[in-house]
């Protein structure tokens, strides 16, 4: 297991290394001169300079890479030129709210595939099976934000039970806020479950025509015993391998949603910081979140070993 562990950190690490490396480099190769593009064509040379030297586009590209690199790794994610706020302070008001609505969303996408895919394996060919594939098949092919306007027009502005929008911060309560967070929650978890219960159905019915599996039906073992004692947790990883792919697509892709309900959150940050060519911004919040996707990766690789006993003794 720790042989497995080290190989997986050293995984990370280069993960991390190589996209540093491209993300530097998207951003340097864009045409044209980086202050240029954030003050416009029409900007003064003297600004330009004085922007230039702030964002540290004088130095060379080595230097500046180091420079960023260790930034990030103290901490220090550069000043946001349009805010005039360091990059940090930014991310961490913003990820208070990105964060607990991918859990929230990631939570209610779990609760809601684990039962439909297990429910729709155990009884394959029958009319429920067909009738839950058929649902995720429509969940999948909606559009989350056209779902999110209909929850919208439903629910807040029709029946009033939720706001159309906005975020009342977690200063004026617990559940206020959760309770702003559950349209866009549902909104984002909707696609999710669909895609997961299909995973899932999928996972269980090719684990139950394994041998194992009809040894332990020969043995006197129930259809059902059968499934929730031995094949269920076998057929968590390719499950597991989904829920951590939907995790970082939640955290890093809920751009849309958060521009819909106007939540304050690191979806809405990027799109501004790409409006306002806030470069910096955009190059050290991608970073943050790649690391985030990465990191859930490495988690979820850490969960095949305790799901499966051949992965923590190599083989």
Do not use: C
């Amino acid at each position: 297991m720790l042989r497995y562990t080290l190989t997986r950190l050293l995984s990370l690490a280069v993960s991390l290394a190589v996209a540093s490396v491209v993300i530097f480099m998207a951003v340097e190769i864009l045409p044209g001169d980086p202050a240029t593009l954030m003050l416009g064509v029409n900007a003064q040379e003297d600004t330009l300079a004085a922007l230039r030297e702030q964002l540290g586009l004088n130095g060379s590209l080595w230097s500046r890479y180091l420079s960023w690199v260790g930034g990030m790794l103290t901490g220090d994610f550069g000043t946001s030129y349009t805010y005039r706020t360091p990059v940090a302070e930014m991310v961490g008001e913003r990820l208070w709210i990105s964060l607990p609505l991918a859990i929230y969303a990631l939570t209610l996408s779990t609760l809601i595939a684990f039962p439909a895919g297990i429910w729709a394996a155990s009884k394959r060919g029958s009319a429920a099976d067909v009738g839950v594939m058929g649902v995720t098949q429509l969940g999948v092919a909606i559009p989350n934000f056209w779902f999110a306007m209909l929850m919208v027009v439903v629910f807040a502005i029709n029946l009033r039970w939720f706001s159309a929008g906005g975020f009342p911060g977690w200063d004026k309560g617990f559940w206020l806020s959760m309770k702003s967070l559950t349209l866009p929650a549902i909104a984002l978890a909707l696609p999710q479950a669909s895609i997961l219960a299909r995973v899932m159905r999928s996972s269980l019915l090719d684990t139950l025509s394994e041998d194992f599996v009809r040894t332990a039906r020969a043995k006197g073992l129930s259809k059902r015993q059968a499934l929730w004692r031995h094949a269920l947790r076998n057929a968590l990883i390719p499950v597991l391998t989904i829920i951590g792919l939907q995790f970082s697509f939640l955290l890093a892709g809920g751009i849309i949603i958060e521009n819909v309900f106007y939540l304050p959150g690191l979806g809405r940050m990027i799109f501004q910081a790409v409006s306002a060519r806030d470069l910096i911004v955009v190059e050290s919040v991608v970073m943050l979140l790649v690391f985030a996707v990465i990191a859930v990766n490495f988690l979820v690789e850490i969960s095949y070993a305790l799901v499966d006993p051949r992965l923590r003794h190599g083989r």
